[in-house]
């Protein structure tokens, strides 16, 4: 069977929350191929030193439209996105521009912590 591949994306006040969920998800993430934005991924490392993830580049320096141009390529098949709704960020058209692919290509996005634990779950068997 084909592997998966995820992409971890988190604004910077959501990072101890992705690094939190990815642990505690660790053993349902490991069957898949990873892919994150370079400082969220920086940050799962360092927590689950054991999970492979390839970094892109930081999401202000072009990783958002990395994982964009992948989830346009049929490269990725879901997107955990922890958004900060609360800040303001200066690549802003680029997070519009990843979510927007991936309601374009109909890829399941999580935006929250909430939302991302009902995904993961829904890929075991
Ligand atoms: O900016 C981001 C999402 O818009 C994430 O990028 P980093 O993981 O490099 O901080």
Redesign the pocket.
């Known amino acids: 069977m084909k592997q998966l591949t995820l992409a971890l ?4 006040a959501k990072k101890d929350d992705m690094a939190a969920f990815v642990a505690l998800y660790e053993e349902d993430l490991r069957p898949f191929s990873l892919f ?5 991924g920086a940050r799962v490392m360092e927590r689950c030193p054991a999970l492979s993830v390839t970094r892109l580049k ?3 320096l072009g ?2 439209q990395q994982i964009g141009a992948m989830i346009a390529e049929g490269r990725i098949d879901a997107l955990f996105f922890f958004v900060d709704p609360l800040s303001p ?1 200066p ?1 802003d058209v ?2 519009k521009a990843l979510m927007r692919l991936a309601l374009v290509y109909d890829i399941p996005m999580a935006l929250n912590r909430a939302t991302a634990g009902r995904l993961i779950e829904s890929f075991r068997d």
């Open positions: 994306v988190a604004h910077d994150s934005t370079g400082t969220t930081s999401g202000p990783g958002d960020h690549h680029d997070v």
